[in-house]
């Protein structure tokens, strides 16, 4: 993009602001005091994770990256739900 500096200059920042919520967020998932903060946490990286692809996907202007989003997002609001309900309940099925 080289036409465009204030996109660029908006990427680099979203790259950044993102990079620095995913180890914000990798620091509670290791530090956290209890079990369910370290889900949340999880559950926030794959959304923070899902919004670095995108924009990898904006920076490099391939519709690839935005199917491996929605992918990541698939996944772990699946792995939530199951991390949710084993520790709520004990079980995953019934």
């Keep these: 993009m080289n ?3 204030l996109i660029d ?3 680099n ?3 950044a602001t993102v990079g620095l919520a995913l180890v914000l ?7 956290g005091p209890q079990t369910p903060d370290r889900v949340l946490a999880l559950d ?3 959304i923070n ?3 670095l692809v995108i924009l990898f996907g904006m920076r490099f202007g391939t519709e690839l990256f935005f199917e491996a989003a929605l992918i990541i997002a698939l996944l772990g609001f699946a792995s939530t739900v199951a991390l ?3 520790l709520s309940r004990g ?3 019934e």
């Design 44 to 46: 926030t990286m794959y």
């Design 3 to 5: 036409g465009w500096p």
């Design 13 to 15: 920042f979203a790259f």
């Design 91 to 93: 079980d995953v099925i």
């Design 84 to 86: 949710a309900r084993y």
């Design 25 to 31: 967020c990798a620091w509670r998932l290791l530090r």
């Design 9 to 11: 200059w908006a990427l």
């Design 49 to 51: 994770v899902v919004a």
